[in-house]
């Protein structure tokens, strides 16, 4: 009978949830009930990375049957240890619902996981990321052996190629010819950088890839190196991200001691090793050349291109620069073959993207899916919009992308629908919109990112987003004036065109996207002072009381957060100056004599 | 120089090769240590470095994980990320300046707390969050935050 397993998601949303007091009390379970020989807790329990649906963490898999069991107290361990491992039963109770409200049994019956595809995500949520030995089972390092035993260098990057891998961080370029590029260089030296400075809010897969599945990375860079001719590598992750470090680091060091990285690798004359860097906190550092300077030490200011990294990268020397998720594609393209790849996807987006689905969906958390699924398939793979609302819109691509609407619901995601739909893949987040949020106030928040972020070194950026940002508060605000939307308008495709790097060029995009699909809610907000969704404060119509239904209980005057609300002689009256909206009194009238309707 | 901060100091420095490269490793490390890197500080690793003072100091400028301030014993952060905005964030904002009475970026009175917005911590799935150190707390709600400041007083 294959081993007993017991599986706990210890991915970043899961531990925040409480899955290290799941583990504690599993131990003690475990032991209180003398089932340490049977279970021995070393070896029963592993601690994965992201398993996907994070929003039923904490969560655990017991294998070799799968049972999922999810949003786990630690009370429920009791039972759990109980029913599962002595009973021998189901804990009914504690299994998860779907969609319609069923129990769902095993992991691999989720509906958030069967419309799913995974080729990045393979280890994740499996295997122990600290432990080597995990990762060597699930036949790790053996594409790297592969590549460097029996590959020709441009075999390798012939077959990336072939398999039509394109980088996974924003614009979509082919890997195999940005290797090339830098095969072709002849230097002395040459290097891998992996880009793990995912920074595009709302987007967690490349966090989760190195926190789950370190070692794929670690491999991906290996077989990049052998293929251009470098030696040395170097990940820079996002000082963010305190786990994802810890499990690389360990990852390295492991690799390091058991000979997978360093000199003479595979008994051949390669040699190849990795040194991890922690970025500071700044967005613009996901711009390559921005990433290599702050690498060299310095400020992260982007450099003009050409020449490209690819000629005259780290340290002036010919560099690759890809992204997590895109090395992590590596290893599988080179065992299973690139034509395998390319059959999965679109014809020229091959493979799988994975996508943090958030905001306002049933499940969230992380999927990957074939490259090509549509809008519509994938909210529902989530079990559509939240509490019964109606879908508005999809942010897609961060600060860098744009907002779909629903008329686009049935649009293929791949590269190339996404960038004439006016988006870009960018990292893949995926955050569902519904009928409340006001798209005008979505593009504020994200100009706020970008110009916050903008580093200061083109004009169009550090002073059009700036601007860009003071006319969009200004129609949140009320205070807009005719004219300000073509302004805005105006100056949004002038940053675009006149920037200097890929962050000032693809700021406006959440402007230009709302503007294209959502014109009329600007215009109510400039020309009617309305906000049609009911989120900008103070275009709400402050609330009256209407003195005939009235009953002069007093309960609106005591949850008024502002004190707006006073009575003379039993008559209550709603000051307009002081009225901010919020509608709580509304809420509490036991009789509704309150309602919106007053002066702005 | 306090002298302290030399002893803190020197050995981290030596763990490095001087160079270029080494600095931002270098402060990242010597943040955790002394929890701020004032003038003199930064003057003392661009020599050990042999790197300009002024490189030093434009990167402690421009990278917000550093500070020229000294931080509190814990230091809150609030995401404000995209998912963590749509459900609510700048609530959690308000409710903690309040409570301890600063602005963003200010230090409580008591030297306990430091109060920030981060960039999106990838915790999207538990919006809205926040980060104390590196732990991270998620779907929040402005009413549990004086619980969960409780348990590092």
């Known amino acids: 009978m294959p081993r007993k397993e017991i599986l706990i998601c210890a991915g970043t949303g899961c531990l925040s949830a409480g899955a290290e007091e799941i583990e504690e009390k599993l131990m003690d379970e475990l032991w209180e009930h003398g089932l340490e020989d049977r279970y021995p807790v070393k070896k029963v329990i592993k601690k994965t990375g992201c398993m996907g649906p994070c929003n039923k963490g904490p969560m655990m898999i017991i294998q070799p049957e799968n049972t999922f069991y999810g949003d786990l107290e630690p009370s429920d361990v009791e039972t759990i240890v109980e029913e599962h491992l002595i009973n021998d039963r189901i804990a009914f109770n504690l299994l998860v619902d779907d969609y319609e409200g069923n129990k769902v049994e095993k992991f691999q019956e989720l509906e958030f996981i069967q419309g799913q595809r995974k080729v990045v995500m393979r280890n994740s949520g499996d295997i122990d990321p600290s432990s080597i030995r995990d990762y060597l089972e699930q036949d790790g390092y053996r594409a790297a052996k592969k590549a460097v035993t029996e590959m020709k260098k441009d075999e390798i990057i012939q077959e990336i190629k072939n398999s039509g891998l394109r980088g996974r961080g924003g614009a979509g370029f082919p890997t195999g010819l940005k290797w090339e590029f830098t095969a072709n260089e002849d230097a002395d030296q040459k290097y891998v950088v992996c880009n793990g400075d995912e920074g595009d809010p709302g987007a967690f897969m490349d966090r989760s890839i190195l926190e789950g599945d370190p070692h794929s990375v670690i491999e991906g860079m290996m077989i990049a190196g052998y293929a251009v001719g470098a030696d040395q590598g170097y990940v820079y992750v996002r000082a963010e991200y305190p786990l994802a470090i810890r499990n690389l680091r360990k990852a390295v060091r492991d690799a390091q001691s058991e000979g997978y990285l360093g000199e003479g690798l595979f008994g051949t004359d390669f040699d190849f090793n990795v040194e991890i860097r922690v970025g500071a906190g700044a967005f613009v550092c996901g711009e390559e050349t921005a990433l290599l300077s702050s690498i060299e030490g310095k400020q992260g200011r982007p450099k003009y291109r050409p020449p490209y990294p690819s000629t005259k990268g780290l340290w002036g020397k010919p560099t690759v620069i890809n992204n997590v998720e895109t090395l992590a594609n590596v290893t599988p393209i080179i065992q299973k073959g690139a034509e395998w790849f390319d059959n999965i996807g679109t014809e020229e987006s091959s493979g799988t993207k994975v996508f943090a689905v958030a905001g306002d969906v049933k499940e969230t958390g992380l999927v990957e899916v074939p490259m090509g699924m549509t809008i519509e398939e994938m909210v529902e793979l989530a079990g559509g919009v939240a509490d019964d609302k109606d879908f508005k819109a999809v942010q897609i691509g961060g600060p860098a992308g744009g907002t779909i609407p629903e008329k686009y619901i049935d649009l293929p995601i791949d590269y190339d629908s996404l960038e004439e739909a006016g988006t870009i893949m960018g990292s893949g987040g995926f955050i569902v919109l519904d009928e409340d949020n006001c798209m005008v106030d979505v593009a504020r928040f994200f100009l706020d990112f970008t110009q916050e972020e903008s580093c200061g070194k083109c004009p169009p950026c550090r002073l059009g987003s700036k601007r860009m940002l003071d006319l969009l508060e200004k129609m949140t605000q009320g205070e807009a004036e005719p004219g300000d939307i073509e302004k805005l308008e105006d100056l949004a495709e002038t940053v675009k065109d006149t920037s200097f790097c890929g962050l000032g060029q693809a700021a406006p995009n959440p402007v230009l996207s709302t503007l294209r699909f959502f014109r009329e809610e600007y215009e109510a907000h400039v020309y009617e002072d309305e906000c049609p969704a009911g989120q900008c404060k103070a275009l709400m119509s402050t609330f009256v009381i209407n003195t005939d239904t009235c009953v002069s209980c007093g309960k609106c005057a005591e949850v008024c957060p502002v004190d707006a609300i006073s009575s003379e002689d039993d008559v209550y009256e709603i000051d307009p100056d002081t009225c901010i909206s919020c509608g709580q009194c509304a809420e509490v009238c036991p009789v509704d004599a309150i309602s919106q309707g007053g002066e702005k | ?153």
């Open chain 2, 1 to 153: 120089m306090e002298r302290h901060h030399l002893r803190d100091i020197l050995p981290i420095i030596e763990g490095y090769e001087k160079e270029s490269g080494s600095l931002i490793p270098v402060l990242h490390e010597v943040q955790k240590k002394i929890g701020y890197l004032p003038k003199d500080v930064q003057e003392f690793i661009a020599e050990e470095l042999g790197v300009p003072f002024s490189q030093v100091y434009s990167v402690v400028t421009f990278y917000s994980f550093f500070s020229m301030e000294p931080k509190g014993d814990h230091t809150l952060a609030v995401c404000t990320g995209t998912a963590c905005y749509v459900k609510g964030a700048d609530e959690l904002v308000e409710e903690l300046k309040e409570e301890l009475d600063v602005e963003e970026g200010g230090t409580s009175e008591d030297k306990k707390f430091t109060l920030t917005t981060s960039r999106c911590v990838g915790a999207c799935s538990k919006a809205p969050v926040m980060m104390v150190d590196d732990e991270v707390y998620g779907k929040l709600k402005p009413d549990e935050l004086t619980d969960i400041l409780k348990r590092y007083r």
